[in-house]
Protein backbone atom coordinates (compact mmCIF):
# COMPACT_ATOMS: atom_id res chain seq x y z
CA UNK A 1 0.00 0.00 0.00
CA UNK A 2 1.20 3.55 -0.75
CA UNK A 3 0.52 6.48 1.08
CA UNK A 4 1.62 10.23 0.43
CA UNK A 5 1.36 12.99 2.44
CA UNK A 6 2.82 16.70 2.90
CA UNK A 7 0.28 18.42 0.94
CA UNK A 8 -1.59 21.68 2.20
CA UNK A 9 -2.31 25.27 1.51
CA UNK A 10 0.20 27.22 0.10
CA UNK A 11 0.37 31.03 -1.23
CA UNK A 12 1.62 30.88 -5.45
CA UNK A 13 5.46 30.59 -5.35
CA UNK A 14 5.17 28.72 -2.02
CA UNK A 15 7.26 25.30 -1.48
CA UNK A 16 6.11 21.80 -0.17
CA UNK A 17 7.63 18.84 0.14
CA UNK A 18 5.71 15.50 -0.70
CA UNK A 19 6.41 11.89 0.94
CA UNK A 20 5.41 8.86 -0.26
CA UNK A 21 5.66 5.91 1.90
CA UNK A 22 5.16 2.12 1.01
CA UNK A 23 4.08 -0.76 3.59
CA UNK A 24 4.90 -4.06 2.98
CA UNK A 25 7.14 -3.36 -0.45
CA UNK A 26 10.22 -1.69 -0.43
CA UNK A 27 10.91 1.37 -3.49
CA UNK A 28 14.38 -0.43 -3.59
CA UNK A 29 14.69 -1.88 -7.31
CA UNK A 30 11.45 -0.24 -8.59
CA UNK A 31 10.66 2.78 -10.43
CA UNK A 32 8.19 5.59 -8.60
CA UNK A 33 6.22 7.27 -9.85
CA UNK A 34 4.07 11.28 -8.90
CA UNK A 35 0.52 11.89 -10.74
CA UNK A 36 -2.01 14.28 -9.88
CA UNK A 37 -5.32 14.88 -10.23
CA UNK A 38 -7.06 18.27 -10.64
CA UNK A 39 -10.79 19.17 -10.05
CA UNK A 40 -12.44 18.38 -13.51
CA UNK A 41 -9.69 16.86 -14.96
CA UNK A 42 -8.43 13.33 -15.62
CA UNK A 43 -5.23 11.59 -13.59
CA UNK A 44 -1.59 13.08 -15.06
CA UNK A 45 2.04 11.66 -14.74
CA UNK A 46 3.96 14.00 -13.16
CA UNK A 47 7.07 12.51 -12.76
CA UNK A 48 9.25 8.87 -12.22
CA UNK A 49 12.07 8.12 -10.88
CA UNK A 50 14.01 4.81 -11.98
CA UNK A 51 15.90 2.59 -9.39
CA UNK A 52 18.91 4.14 -10.16
CA UNK A 53 17.52 7.66 -9.82
CA UNK A 54 17.11 8.56 -13.51
CA UNK A 55 14.57 11.52 -13.10
CA UNK A 56 11.64 12.26 -15.50
CA UNK A 57 9.19 15.26 -15.63
CA UNK A 58 6.29 16.46 -17.08
CA UNK A 59 7.19 19.80 -19.43
CA UNK A 60 4.69 21.57 -16.86
CA UNK A 61 6.40 21.01 -13.80
CA UNK A 62 10.28 20.50 -14.98
CA UNK A 63 12.54 22.81 -13.14
CA UNK A 64 10.43 23.30 -10.54
CA UNK A 65 9.69 20.07 -9.13
CA UNK A 66 11.93 17.23 -7.55
CA UNK A 67 11.90 13.91 -7.34
CA UNK A 68 13.92 11.82 -5.10
CA UNK A 69 14.34 8.39 -3.34
CA UNK A 70 15.71 7.31 0.10
CA UNK A 71 16.15 3.70 -0.09
CA UNK A 72 17.17 3.44 3.69
CA UNK A 73 13.74 4.83 4.65
CA UNK A 74 11.93 3.28 2.01
CA UNK A 75 10.51 6.65 0.91
CA UNK A 76 9.96 8.84 -2.50
CA UNK A 77 9.76 12.25 -2.04
CA UNK A 78 9.00 15.22 -4.41
CA UNK A 79 9.14 18.86 -3.47
CA UNK A 80 7.73 21.48 -5.06
CA UNK A 81 8.94 24.82 -5.81
CA UNK A 82 7.83 28.28 -7.38
CA UNK A 83 3.89 26.53 -7.22
CA UNK A 84 1.25 27.38 -8.97
CA UNK A 85 -2.51 27.91 -9.20
CA UNK A 86 -2.49 25.25 -11.97
CA UNK A 87 -0.46 23.21 -9.54
CA UNK A 88 -4.10 22.29 -7.53
CA UNK A 89 -4.84 18.79 -6.94
CA UNK A 90 -5.08 15.78 -5.29
CA UNK A 91 -0.96 13.81 -5.84
CA UNK A 92 -0.70 10.43 -5.60
CA UNK A 93 2.42 7.94 -5.56
CA UNK A 94 2.29 4.64 -7.63
CA UNK A 95 4.56 1.88 -8.42
CA UNK A 96 3.13 1.90 -12.32
CA UNK A 97 3.09 4.91 -14.54
CA UNK A 98 -0.96 4.40 -15.11
CA UNK A 99 -1.32 5.02 -11.25
CA UNK A 100 -2.92 2.22 -10.90
CA UNK A 101 -1.32 1.35 -7.32
CA UNK A 102 -1.74 4.23 -6.12
CA UNK A 103 -3.25 4.84 -2.90
CA UNK A 104 -4.06 7.41 -0.25
CA UNK A 105 -3.27 10.97 -1.78
CA UNK A 106 -2.41 14.53 -0.64
CA UNK A 107 -4.51 17.46 -1.66
CA UNK A 108 -2.23 20.49 -2.57
CA UNK A 109 -3.58 23.74 -3.04
CA UNK A 110 -2.12 26.77 -4.57
CA UNK A 111 -3.52 30.15 -3.96
CA UNK A 112 -3.30 33.29 -6.26
Known amino acids: QLQASGGGLVQFGGSLRLSCEAS????????VYWLRQAPGRGLERISD???????NYRDSVKGRFTIYRDNAKNMVYLQMNSLKPDDTAVYYCARDRQGISRGQGTQVTVSS
Open 49 to 55: ISPDGST
Open 24 to 31: EFTFNGRW
